[in-house]
C-alpha cells in the first residue's frame, strides 16, 4: 500500500484541514456541536467534559478517514460502534454520494444518531439498533472508532467486506481510529486475522497535539 502524503494542519473549526468542501458541507458541520448539545442535554452521549473539544475530538478526528480516503461515489461504508454517530455522521456529511450504515447495541444512541440525520437531511444515513455481527454487507469499507479491541472486532465484520469490486483509491476493507501505542500490538491482531495492513498517524494530516498519537489503520483481508 503506498504511503500517504502529508497534508495541512487543522484550523480550530475543522474545516481548513478538509480541502474542497462545498458550502453545504461546511454548515452541516458548523450545526453539529449545537445539535449534539441540544442532545446531550437530555441524553449523555458525549461525556461533558469531553464536550468542550466536540470539534476537535469528534468531528475532526471521524474526518482523519476521509483524509486518508475520500469514498467513491456508490460507495457503502458501514460504522461499527457509532455511539452518538462518530466517524459515521461526518463522513457523511462530506461524502453525500456514499451510503453510511450506522449501527450500536445501545438503543439510545442509536436514537440520537437518527435525531441528527433527519435534522440535517442526510439521506445518505440509515441508522440501526444491532449488534455488529447481525448487520449483512456487502460494504466496501467497515469503520469504526475504539469500540473493542481489533481481535475482537475483525471476525464480525470481514465477512462484510465487499471483494468482488473496488470504487475508492484505496482497497476495500476495515478503516480503524486507533490511539494509544501501538508498538507490534496491533500489527500482531492483523497478521493474526490474515490480510494486508497499514498505520497512518493521524499527525501527518492534523496538527493539534491531540492527535500526536492517534492513527488510522486499514486492514485488507485476503
Given at each position: 500500500?503506498?504511503?500517504?502524503?502529508?497534508?495541512?494542519?487543522?484550523?480550530?473549526?475543522?474545516?481548513?484541514?478538509?480541502?474542497?468542501?462545498?458550502?453545504?458541507?461546511?454548515?452541516?458541520?458548523a450545526?453539529?456541536?449545537?445539535?449534539?448539545?441540544?442532545?446531550?442535554?437530555?441524553?449523555?452521549?458525549?461525556?461533558?467534559?469531553d464536550?468542550?473539544?466536540?470539534?476537535?475530538?469528534?468531528?475532526?478526528?471521524s474526518?482523519?478517514?476521509?483524509?486518508?480516503v475520500?469514498?467513491?461515489?456508490?460507495s457503502?461504508?458501514?460504522?461499527?460502534?457509532?455511539?452518538?454517530?462518530?466517524?459515521?455522521?461526518?463522513?457523511?456529511?462530506?461524502?453525500?454520494?456514499?451510503?453510511?450504515?450506522?449501527?450500536?447495541?445501545?438503543?439510545?444512541?442509536?436514537?440520537?444518531?437518527?435525531?441528527?440525520?433527519?435534522?440535517?437531511?442526510?439521506?445518505?444515513?440509515?441508522?440501526?439498533?444491532?449488534?455488529?455481527?447481525?448487520?449483512?454487507?456487502?460494504?466496501?469499507?467497515?469503520?469504526?472508532?475504539?469500540?473493542?479491541?481489533?481481535?475482537?472486532?475483525?471476525?464480525?465484520?470481514?465477512?462484510?467486506?465487499?471483494?468482488?469490486?473496488?470504487?475508492?483509491?484505496?482497497p476495500?476493507?476495515?478503516?480503524?481510529?486507533?490511539?494509544?501505542?501501538?508498538?507490534?500490538?496491533?500489527?500482531?491482531?492483523?497478521?493474526?486475522?490474515?490480510?494486508?495492513?497499514?498505520?497512518?498517524?493521524?499527525?501527518?494530516?492534523?496538527?493539534?497535539?491531540?492527535?500526536?498519537?492517534?492513527?488510522?489503520?486499514?486492514f485488507?483481508p485476503?
Amino acid at each position: 500500500m503506498s504511503p500517504a502524503a502529508p497534508l495541512p494542519s487543522a484550523h480550530p473549526d475543522g474545516t481548513a484541514a478538509v480541502p474542497s468542501l462545498s458550502p453545504a458541507a461546511q454548515a452541516s458541520l458548523a450545526a453539529l456541536e449545537p445539535l449534539y448539545a441540544e442532545w446531550n442535554a437530555a441524553i449523555n452521549v458525549i461525556s461533558r467534559k469531553d464536550f468542550a473539544h466536540f470539534d476537535l475530538h469528534h468531528v475532526l478526528h471521524s474526518l482523519a478517514l476521509h483524509r486518508y480516503v475520500a469514498f467513491a461515489p456508490g460507495s457503502r461504508v458501514l460504522d461499527v460502534g457509532t455511539g452518538g454517530g462518530f466517524p459515521g455522521i461526518p463522513l457523511a456529511i462530506v461524502s453525500p454520494d456514499t451510503e453510511f450504515v450506522l449501527v450500536d447495541s445501545i438503543g439510545k444512541k442509536i436514537k440520537v444518531v437518527a435525531a441528527v440525520a433527519q435534522a440535517l437531511g442526510l439521506k445518505n444515513v440509515t441508522a440501526r439498533h444491532a449488534r455488529a455481527e447481525k448487520v449483512r454487507g456487502p460494504f466496501d469499507f467497515v469503520v469504526s472508532r475504539a469500540v473493542a479491541r481489533t481481535a475482537a472486532l475483525l471476525p464480525w465484520v470481514m465477512r462484510s467486506i465487499d471483494r468482488t469490486r473496488t470504487l475508492s483509491a484505496v482497497p476495500n476493507g476495515v478503516l480503524l481510529l486507533k490511539g494509544g501505542d501501538l508498538t507490534g500490538a496491533l500489527g500482531a491482531e492483523f497478521a493474526e486475522a490474515g490480510g494486508a495492513h497499514r498505520v497512518v498517524p493521524v499527525s501527518d494530516y492534523f496538527a493539534d497535539p491531540y492527535f500526536e498519537h492517534k492513527y488510522v489503520a486499514h486492514f485488507v483481508p485476503r
